[in-house]
């Protein structure tokens, strides 16, 4: 019996590690992580003069871009395969890699937020080499460049050289961009601080509030306060601590999430032993009915209990994040009097509601 019993843990236990992962993989899966890095998808150059001893570099100066930009870590590199399977498809022609609006379609199709499109030109033994980098989005030209050389064994060399500077151009205005638009801006910066952890950064936040007006905190503090009836809500209707992972309580929902699937487990166990009773002798069969009813009640209680603070945790989270959330950003609840309304939100609750005077 003992040897049965530790066959059917052991099944159990893999059973269990197994939807675990399962159940949490979306939470960490690198997939959910998200980032503010762009895509650069980059075209093959236009052989402009069609010189044929020059082919190779419609492929070789992009391959040379790829590179070039790889190394500032600013950006990620779009497949090059895919100017080549649109070209396949019959959907564009090498004769029209080069126009501005062929490389924005392609590139909102495969939801680039930069295209880089080059072309060269060949003559005399001279060369005439031509890149843009343009946005999307805004279908706004970032950085033009153009360059001249000589068709000899320099050649690459030189392309490298070009394509070097532009992505270093790139990565400036890259740069300077998120700076402006988060770091200059305090709420922008505070914003950012928060999403990356309240706890470890309270004290950057704290220094960093004391530039905005007490409006501003509080809009700060709507935005990113946590409200607990969501996730009170998904804890109690679908359990294993789901709407405590969801709000951002890692530590809660995973403590439920192990207590709910360990007392299902024993609860699944103990009715499985009571229906299917060890009937070797009457001592067994005594013993393996004690074991299925303990095991059972044991993970009904274990269950009721669990669900009881996941029912009662994102209340407790809540309250403790609202109130380190408000004394990080200063935030001062008293109305002024030249306020019209307020959107207040409790720190204890995180319900919300208008003031009008």
């Not at 979306?26 to 997939?31: A, E, I, L, Q």
């Not at 770091?183 to 922008?188: A, G, H, R, S, T």
């Not at 996941?310 to 408000?326: A, I």
């Amino acid at each position: 019996m003992i040897q049965h019993i530790k066959s059917g843990k052991t099944q159990i236990i893999t059973f269990t590690i197994i939807c675990m992962t399962l159940i949490t993989y979306p939470v960490y899966s690198k997939d959910n992580i998200q980032t503010s890095v762009p895509k650069v998808l980059i075209l093959d150059f236009a052989n402009t003069t069609n010189s044929s001893d020059h082919r190779y570099l419609e492929t070789s100066a992009p391959e040379s871009f790829s590179a070039s930009l790889s190394k500032t870590k600013k950006f990620e590199v779009m497949d090059r395969n895919i100017w080549n399977n649109e070209v396949a498809k019959g959907n564009f022609s090498n004769k029209n890699v080069f126009d501005q609006n062929t490389a924005v379609s392609i590139a909102k199709k495969y939801k680039a937020d930069i295209v880089i499109i080059g072309s060269f030109i060949v003559s005399g033994g001279q060369i005439q080499t031509f890149a843009k980098a343009i946005e999307v989005s805004t279908e706004k030209i970032l950085v033009n460049r153009k360059t001249e050389g000589v068709t000899d064994a320099n050649i690459i060399p030189s392309i490298s050289k070009f394509t070097e500077e532009m992505s270093s151009e790139m990565s400036d205005l890259f740069s300077k961009t998120i700076k402006t638009n988060s770091f200059e801006n305090p709420q922008n910066e505070i914003n950012s601080l928060i999403d990356d952890g309240l706890e470890k950064n309270k004290d950057k936040i704290y220094n960093v509030a004391e530039k905005l007006s007490n409006n501003e905190r509080l809009f700060i503090f709507n935005t990113k306060s946590k409200n607990a009836m969501l996730q009170f809500i998904g804890n109690g209707l679908l359990g294993f601590g789901i709407g405590s992972i969801i709000q951002g309580d890692l530590f809660g929902g995973i403590i439920a999430l192990c207590g709910d699937f360990g007392s299902l487990t024993a609860l699944a166990t103990g009715s499985y032993i009571l229906i299917n009773p060890f009937n070797n002798n009457s001592l067994t069969a005594q013993n393996s009915t004690s074991l299925g009813s303990g095991l059972v009640i044991g993970g009904a209680l274990a269950f009721i209990g669990f669900r009881v603070f996941e029912l009662m945790r994102p209340w407790g989270y809540s309250k403790l994040y609202n109130k380190m959330l408000s004394e990080s950003l200063r935030v001062n609840f008293s109305v002024s009097p030249n306020m019209n309304t307020i959107n207040y939100v409790s720190p204890q609750f995180g319900a919300s509601w208008v003031t009008k005077f």
